[in-house]
């Protein structure tokens, strides 16, 4: 039996990549979805029982995770646990699943490394998108920009150019809107300079950018979530490189430049699962390997690597001198 458990924000997707492969391979699913995205996604698994799918070979159970979470993932019935959520909780899935095998998609800080050789319009464009779709609320979000001094000024520029008038829904709930306030009032507090300020008006949060964001703000290293784009400058590749070493996550980073060099040696000192070359960060089409290291997960997903994970192999020896 496989459980799967997805989060929110992409209700079908990251459900439908793990039940998929699990079923394919032969196994039974438990399905849990995230209760602000289950009324979605059991209105579209409800098309598995009218197509004639098989009694108890797929199952949802949908409930309060504080109230039925520990009983499932401790469940020794459960021979893989597939989690798509935050970095929190995925710890917390180690400690109760009591060795049972875990596919772990968590969080994210995922980078953008803006060179003196960049496309600087091309760079604000990607970079704009990646952090404010979805309003922000992507483990795959761009999340922190690392601009070197050297055209720092004229990024930011056209940040801020591109930000004006973005039309954002509004966030989950009003706890994750009221962690973005905290994350905006800590950064102000120690200096930074909010260049795009979006006003709140309950969970609705308008587009932030802050410029001189340092390591000493918690925006820095903490996974926003939401509508919050920080800008730290660097004096050069080794700086940007020690920056993001120091960070906890590692799931996607952007690199942009026009020296093709330059891009794949800063890509090879990246600790992720993915760099995007003069990209947004993204999970791609769903036959990509897509998984994160650190605190952003464990294993990759994929067509082939997931088949792989939920499969087990067994080896029959004939001792063919002793028949």
Known sequence: MVLAISSFNYPLNLSITKIAPALLAGNTVVFKPATQGSVSAIAFYRHFANAGFPAGVFNIVTGSSREIGDPMTSDQRVKLIAFTGSTAVG???????????????????????????????????????????????????????????????QLVEKLQEKAAGLEL?????????????????????????????????????????????TPEMRIFSEEQFGPVLPVTRVKDEEMALAYHSNLAYGLQASIYTQDIEEAFRIADKLEVGTVQINGRPDRGPDNFPFGGVKDSGQLMQGTIETLELMTRGKLTVLNLHKL
């Open 91 to 153: 710890r917390h899935l180690a400690e109760v699943s009591q060795g049972i095998p875990l596919l772990l998609e968590l969080g994210g800080k995922d980078t953008a490394i803006v060179t003196s050789h960049a496309d600087l319009e091309m760079a604000a464009s990607e970079i704009i998108s990646g952090g404010f779709s979805y309003c922000g609320q992507r483990c795959t979000a761009q999340k922190l920009v690392l601009v070197y001094e050297s055209v720092a000024d």
């Open 169 to 213: 829904n509004p966030m989950i709930d009003s706890k994750a809107a009221d962690y973005i306030t905290e994350l905006l009032d800590d950064a102000n507090s120690k200096g930074a300079s909010h260049i795009v300020k979006g006003e709140r008006n309950g969970n609705h949060i308008a587009a932030n950018i802050l410029d001189r964001v």
